[in-house]
């Protein structure tokens, strides 16, 4: 039987190479500034955010504009609550979000709500009415300057690690571009090969860049 996943995947590939290619030129028109990242000690202050729909069914994912729409919000509603944002990809059914702050209160609740609204108004689209849609939020503190990297790696190669897209850069709802942009591909890879993901379940082979 085709997984919920599987079906995502399959929505992405059938696309068209124009229908790609608008979904990367969206990328392009809304990219964020990218902060450079502390290169010492990002401290107590770096957290990496996630979070899955429910049953990991792909619920962000049930259309393109959808994934373009929350990308949006997640983005404009986490900045001004952050210090940074460093880098983040967003997938059918989850996200990953790596950010420096002051604290996770007003974070947290900033995520609370985009949960609430984004349910409320997914299960309308959806004739879903009572639908769980998100489950098991997570903040997991940057332990210093190798796990910071890694969290960067780990995310920055999430789309290629699902099986969405075989290069960082293809993958039109991911900071990896702009990364790309800001170091070069030869800082990429010189990051990749040196901040290993460790247990996260990665063959580390050259980055898929």
């Known amino acids: 039987m085709t997984s919920f996943l599987d079906d995502a995947r399959y929505r992405w590939r059938r696309m068209t190479a124009e229908e790609r290619e608008a979904e990367l030129a969206w990328r ?16 107590e202050g770096a957290y990496h955010l996630s979070a899955a729909c429910f049953e990991h069914r792909p619920i962000i994912g049930a259309a393109p504009a959808r994934m373009r729409e929350f990308t949006d919000a997640l983005l404009a509603q986490i900045c001004p609550a952050v210090g940074a944002v460093d880098a983040w990809c967003v997938l059918p059914n989850h996200y990953h ?38 489950f098991n939020y997570l903040d997991r503190v940057i332990g210093g300057e190798a796990h ?11 789309a290629v690690h699902h099986g969405y897209v075989e290069q960082w850069q293809d993958w039109p709802y ?36």
Not at 113 to 132: A, I
Request: glycine share 10%; proline share 3%; with cysteine.
């Open 28 to 43: 392009r028109d809304h990219a964020l500034p990218w902060h450079s990242p502390a290169h010492c000690d990002v401290g």
């Open 97 to 134: 979000i790596l950010v420096r702050t002051g604290g996770l209160a007003s974070v947290s609740r900033v995520v609370g709500r985009l949960h609430g609204r984004t349910s409320h108004r997914w299960n309308g689209e959806d004739g879903c009415r009572g639908r769980k849609v998100w």
């Open 148 to 158: 910071y990297w890694e969290t960067l790696n780990y995310i920055h190669n999430n």
């Open 174 to 209: 991911s900071s990896a571009d702009a990364f790309l942009e800001r170091v070069g591909r030869e800082e990429a890879v010189r990051i990749w090969r040196t901040f290993r993901v460790g247990d996260c379940g990665h063959e580390w082979d050259d980055p898929a860049i």
